[in-house]
């Protein structure tokens, strides 16, 4: 655990292993949860950081947290939210070039996997999850699309995310799905926080 | 629709809804947003005798001008420029009683770039993860103002409180922004680092809500590459490829992966809002 210094009110904490940020954002929810943080403003775990801002006294936390023995992760009592997708994305053959198999292997595969909400970033809701093993990392697309459609389920390195609204996007999208991942009207507005567990579970094609 | 209103006249390069932003949402991809002149946007507020976090207008250099239902009471602060009333001159940075029907006219800023206009009983449109600011990174909130579009008031919550100390701001005719380094000025040579302290920047002109842009030496790094995405506060010096630092202002992504050389604390980040392109820019390292 290496922390990095954020302004004066912010500490990042560089870990080595994204396991290893699910596990410390769990127990800082766990802690803010029971009344045993301090008051602060955000919390925002990323690929291999907890960003930890809005804090009176980063200095004092940091030799608490120092302490802390933090349990690894468990599945959880939740249980994981299932989204209904059609395969039927555009670069479902290219992936299953990639992945040297074929598209239905492709879709067994992605279905069968349990995946993990590493974090949130990009737009409001797109949570990057984690669970694909090290060989079915693909790359991001040499040409991004200037107009990914809403509800697109892509890969891009060690994530498989859904676009929560159209927008620009250089992933590879293999499939579509109606869920709405992000309605401000809602509580909570954002279906994928993280820490949420997610199974992809497949739908007829129309 | 209520007759506590107003219908936009002249919408001006940029307006926009704003208060003090929704803190709190950055771990679901949720920008902070809110005044970027947030003193200013406090101070008329507490004007017209609405709590600081009530919603105003945040104007972009040219202003907007703006015909009232009912009769209202105004203030403008954060860049100074001309007020008037139905083509009458009125008061900067007090309060000014708009009569029904009459059109208040906020002017160009005679200098700094980014006026505030609060009105009593606040602009009441719909709240958004609590707040009302239009994030214009992520599209959260009320669209910026356009010709035509009626805006709806809350009631007003009573008289101002009374005298308030009203500073007149002079001409930002250099940013200074102190900062500490960190989290990534590791990610720097000793010279890139030296450049950040000691080269003439300036503010770009692609500056806008989500960063204060520069053009200036690009700084050298040490490493090269991205770093896997991280959390990214307000305040934040993001360096991309092009080696010219990028102050993150309230729209700012929540996550990036160019390297942040140093922190801006935020009780210095008024001025940044008013520092018009071509303003010189100087790095202060605080330790």
């Not at chain 2, 420029?81 to 083509?87: I, K, Q």
Request: hydrophobic share 40%.
């Amino acid at each position: 655990m290496r922390p990095l210094p954020v302004g004066e009110h912010g500490l990042l904490i560089e870990l080595d292993s994204a396991e290893e940020v699910e596990a410390l954002h769990a127990e800082l929810l766990r802690r803010a949860a029971d009344g045993a943080l301090p008051p602060l403003r955000e919390i925002v775990p990323a690929a291999r950081t907890v960003l930890l801002d809005g804090l009176a006294d980063p200095r004092g936390l940091l030799a608490e947290l120092a302490a802390w023995d933090i349990p690894p992760l468990t599945a959880g009592d939740r249980p994981a939210v299932e989204i209904p997708v059609r395969y039927d994305g555009p670069d479902l053959a290219d992936v299953a070039a990639l992945w040297d198999c074929t598209a239905d292997e492709v879709v067994r595969r992605h279905s069968a996997t349990e995946f993990r909400v590493a974090f949130c970033g990009f737009a409001p809701g797109f949570g990057y999850l984690t669970g694909l093993p090290e060989p079915l990392h693909v790359p991001r697309r040499d040409t991004p699309r200037t107009k990914v459609p809403v509800g697109s389920v892509a890969l891009a390195g060690p994530y498989t995310g859904v676009y929560p609204r159209s927008s620009p996007g250089g992933w590879q999208l293999i499939g579509t799905t109606d869920t709405v991942l992000w309605d401000p009207r809602r509580e909570p507005a954002a279906l994928l926080a993280p820490g949420t567990r997610v199974r992809f579970v497949p739908q007829e094609t129309a | 629709m209520t007759d506590r209103a107003f219908s936009v006249v002249r919408a001006g390069a940029l307006t926009t809804v704003q208060d003090l932003g929704r803190p709190g949402h950055a771990h679901l991809g949720v920008p902070r947003a809110g005044a970027l002149d947030e003193p200013a946007h406090r101070l008329a507020n507490r004007l017209v005798g609405n709590p600081e976090s009530a919603a105003a207008l945040e104007t972009t250099l040219t202003g907007c001008a703006l015909r009232v239902r009912t009769a209202t009471t105004v203030a403008v602060t954060g860049a100074p420029c001309p007020v008037t009333v139905d083509g009458r001159p009125a008061p900067w940075g007090a309060p000014v009683r708009v009569p029904a029907g009459a059109v208040l006219d906020v002017g160009p800023a005679t200098h700094g770039l980014r006026s505030h206009l609060a009105f009593a009983g606040g602009i009441d449109t719909e709240r958004v993860l609590g707040s009302r600011a239009a994030d214009l990174l992520s599209g959260l909130g009320p669209d910026p103002l356009t010709e035509g579009a009626v805006l709806a008031l809350g009631a007003p919550y009573g008289p101002a409180a009374g005298a308030d100390a009203v500073p007149h701001p002079g001409p930002v005719t250099e940013l200074v922004l102190p900062f500490l380094p960190g989290p990534r000025d590791a990610w720097f040579t000793a010279a890139g680092l030296h450049t950040l302290t000691t080269g003439r920047f300036r503010v770009s002109p692609a500056s806008n809500r989500i960063g204060l842009r520069t053009v200036g030496p690009p700084l050298e790094r040490a490493r090269s590459g991205e770093l896997p995405s991280e959390g990214m506060p307000l305040g934040a010096l993001q360096v991309p490829p092009d080696g010219l630092p990028v102050l993150f202002l309230h729209d700012h992504p929540t996550t990036g992966g160019y390297p942040v050389v140093g922190v801006v604390p935020e009780r210095y980040l008024a001025p940044a809002a008013q520092a018009a392109p071509g303003t010189p820019v100087r790095f202060l390292r605080m330790r």
